[in-house]
């Protein structure tokens, strides 16, 4: 647009860049609030609580939001608390997929803030309906899109960052395997929330359960010793890799602690508060591999070397726009 004179008025043309402090500060907000989210829809999975609220959307005929606080004992607490948490979650992924639309640059970024808030309307819809009809496979598949939408946001984070607004700061040679390897990785993750899911609510398929983890355990073993051993000099693999090694040490002992609360003569004798806390730090902290898992995956896959062009340019170029 022209001022007087002929001349342009810089105010109306856009930064070259497309980072957004406030959008970035929002999606690490919404990305941080569904972790404790996941936590106690875990802890009322744990509890056996989920269907103490017998009616949805309301509560007890109540309006969600206007349900006495003096009434929120026992398992009500900790399920309603879960409906307030997913709703103020739901909240913040508005916020973002809104502020992403109209002032987002990059088109396909637009449309994955619209898939976010699609995904957690559908997981609110699933979860409500998982009262009503009372199915397992409902719980199961809410379970399961739970740790879909963490990783998302996860990823909603990483892409409004500074880091990808920007150019790739290095090329890695090798960029082509690191990236198989930690693709392969996050599906074994995934794969395992489903093995999971099945197990803590059917009891069935521990054989499958076991043998994923084994394959984790190996996958993740190796990715850390590449990333650690081919670039420790940098950080933003290095850090990650460090990270997941620990929870997977972590993860591993919370396992073995949740069979023994559930599958061993053991269960009758540990604090029942205890293996709760234990099996549902063992979802958790789940979900953190995975999200490490695919931050790993989505750097290592921007940062290929020009030997190793990415086959959709569009996802990977910062150059993108509506």
Same mark, same amino acid.
């Given at each position: 647009?022209?001022?007087? =004179?002929? /001349?342009?008025?810089?105010?109306?043309?856009?930064?070259?860049?497309?980072?957004?402090?406030?959008?970035?500060?929002?999606?690490?907000?919404?990305?941080?609030?569904?972790?404790?989210?996941?936590?106690?829809?875990?802890?009322?999975?744990? /509890?056996?609580?989920?269907?103490?609220?017998?009616?949805?959307?309301?509560?007890?005929?109540?309006?969600?939001?206007?349900?006495?606080?003096?009434?929120?004992?026992? =398992?009500?607490?900790?399920?309603?608390?879960?409906?307030?948490?997913?709703?103020?979650?739901?909240?913040?992924?508005?916020?973002?997929?809104?502020?992403?639309?109209?002032?987002?640059?990059?088109? $396909?970024?637009?449309?994955?803030?619209?898939?976010?808030?699609?995904?957690?309307?559908?997981?609110?819809?699933?979860?409500?309906?998982?009262?009503?009809?009372?199915?397992?496979?409902?719980?199961?598949?809410?379970?399961?899109?739970?740790?879909?939408?963490?990783?998302?946001?996860?990823?909603?984070?990483?892409?409004?960052?500074?880091?990808?607004?920007?150019?790739?700061?290095?090329?890695?040679?090798? =960029?082509?395997?690191? $990236?198989?390897?930690?693709?392969?990785?996050?599906?074994?993750?995934?794969?395992?929330?489903?093995?999971?899911?099945?197990?803590?609510?059917?009891?069935?398929?521990?054989?499958?359960?076991?043998?994923?983890?084994?394959?984790?355990?190996?996958?993740?073993?190796?990715?850390?010793?590449?990333?650690?051993?081919?670039?420790?000099?940098?950080?933003?693999?290095?850090?990650?890799?460090?990270?997941?090694?620990?929870?997977?040490?972590?993860?591993?002992?919370?396992?073995? =602690?949740?069979?023994?609360?559930?599958? +061993?003569?053991?269960?009758?004798?540990?604090?029942?508060?205890?293996?709760?806390?234990?099996? +549902?730090?063992?979802?958790?902290?789940?979900?953190?591999?995975?999200?490490?898992?695919?931050?790993?995956?989505?750097?290592?896959?921007? $940062?290929?070397?020009?030997?190793?062009?990415?086959?959709?340019?569009?996802?990977?170029?910062?150059?993108?726009?509506?």
């Amino acid at each position: 647009m022209k001022a007087e =004179g002929g /001349k342009t008025d810089s105010s109306f043309i856009r930064h070259p860049s497309s980072f957004s402090a406030l959008i970035h500060r929002l999606a690490l907000v919404n990305a941080a609030a569904t972790l404790p989210l996941l936590f106690i829809g875990a802890l009322v999975t744990s /509890k056996g609580v989920g269907l103490a609220v017998p009616d949805w959307p309301t509560t007890f005929g109540y309006p969600m939001f206007l349900y006495p606080w003096s009434e929120m004992i026992g =398992g009500v607490l900790y399920e309603h608390s879960h409906r307030l948490v997913a709703s103020g979650v739901g909240l913040l992924t508005l916020a973002l997929a809104f502020r992403l639309w109209f002032y987002e640059r990059r088109r $396909w970024l637009r449309y994955l803030g619209v898939a976010a808030l699609g995904l957690v309307i559908l997981q609110g819809v699933i979860g409500g309906l998982r009262v009503i009809m009372v199915e397992e496979a409902l719980a199961i598949l809410h379970a399961c899109l739970a740790q879909v939408f963490f990783a998302l946001a996860v990823s909603l984070a990483l892409f409004t960052s500074r880091e990808w607004s920007e150019r790739p700061p290095i090329r890695l040679a090798d =960029g082509g395997r690191l $990236w198989r390897l930690c693709l392969f990785t996050t599906v074994l993750i995934y794969l395992q929330v489903f093995f999971g899911a099945l197990l803590r609510f059917t009891g069935a398929r521990l054989d499958l359960h076991l043998l994923v983890a084994v394959l984790i355990a190996v996958h993740v073993a190796l990715l850390c010793r590449r990333i650690l051993v081919v670039h420790s000099d940098q950080p933003r693999l290095a850090r990650p890799a460090l990270l997941m090694g620990g929870l997977l040490i972590l993860q591993l002992a919370l396992g073995l =602690g949740s069979y023994l609360g559930r599958f +061993t003569p053991l269960a009758r004798d540990l604090p029942v508060i205890a293996v709760e806390i234990v099996r +549902t730090s063992h979802v958790v902290t789940g979900a953190l591999m995975l999200a490490i898992s695919l931050m790993l995956t989505l750097r290592s896959r921007r $940062w290929l070397a020009p030997a190793e062009p990415a086959r959709s340019e569009e996802f990977l170029s910062h150059q993108v726009s509506a």
